[in-house]
Antibody, heavy 124, light 110 residues
């Protein structure tokens, strides 16, 4: 079964740090671009970051640049997100999402497999 | 980055068609044919319904279709069914900024 399972979410104080993990299974992880997408309580989706297949191209939304770092380990089929200098407005469910590969190419802006999400709450 | 603009709500009766719009700029929706649409039921994870403006992944019913004109993309749901009631989000490639989503539209089946 194709699956993504996130972990690492927690309650943390403003200014704190966390590391989120996403364990993949059931597909060729190294073939896909991977992303983190978050959803604040009662709000819409926000793309946070993505990383290309071999890990040497990383992109971030402006609001997390310099604070969050995305990485991947293809040997251990895992995706990570390091969150530093956390702010109250970082509070959200964080989803790991797979970039969709169609019949002839792969896409960085279409996400076909999502994990169940891990909750990050930033509060004093 | 600014979110794409979607109407907060839309509705239709069973069997009818409903169209949800998604307005961006020439830097995202209008600049690339890389618009995607997602369906999210309450408490569930998003599901990819449309990619590359008008293509459906395997398993998505052909009642769902996508289109684009200028800076506005649209999702049309034909033959509305009760299970189509959900939140719908558009997303677009935005160049160096990579991906931007719309604020979401709550679709109600009357």
């Amino acid at each position: 079964e194709v699956q993504l399972v996130e972990s690492g979410g927690a309650l943390v104080q403003p200014g704190g740090s966390l590391r989120l993990s996403c364990a993949a299974s059931g597909f060729t992880f190294s073939k896909h671009l991977m992303s983190w997408v978050r959803q604040a309580p009662g709000k819409g989706l926000e793309w946070v970051a993505d990383i290309n297949q071999d890990g040497n191209d990383k992109q971030y939304v402006d609001s997390v640049k310099g604070r969050f770092t995305i990485s991947r380990d293809n040997a251990n089929i895992s995706l990570y997100l390091h969150l530093n200098s956390l702010r109250v407005d970082d509070t959200a469910v964080y989803y790991c999402a797979r970039g969709y590969c169609g019949p002839d190419r792969c896409f960085r802006n279409a996400f076909d497999i999502w994990g169940q999400g891990t909750v990050v709450t930033v509060s004093s | 980055q600014s979110a794409l603009t979607q109407p907060p709500s839309a509705s239709g009766s069973p069997g009818q068609s409903v169209t949800i719009s998604c307005t961006g700029t020439s830097s995202d929706v209008g600049g690339y044919n890389y618009v995607s649409w997602y369906q999210q039921h309450p408490g569930k994870v998003p599901k990819l319904m449309i990619y590359e403006v008008n293509k459906r992944p395997s398993g998505v019913p052909d009642r769902f279709s996508g289109s684009k004109s200028g800076n506005t993309a649209s999702l049309t749901v034909s033959g509305l069914q009760a299970e189509d009631e959900a939140d719908y989000y558009c997303g677009s490639f935005a160049g160096i900024k990579t991906v931007v989503f719309g604020g979401g539209t709550k679709l109600t089946v009357l």
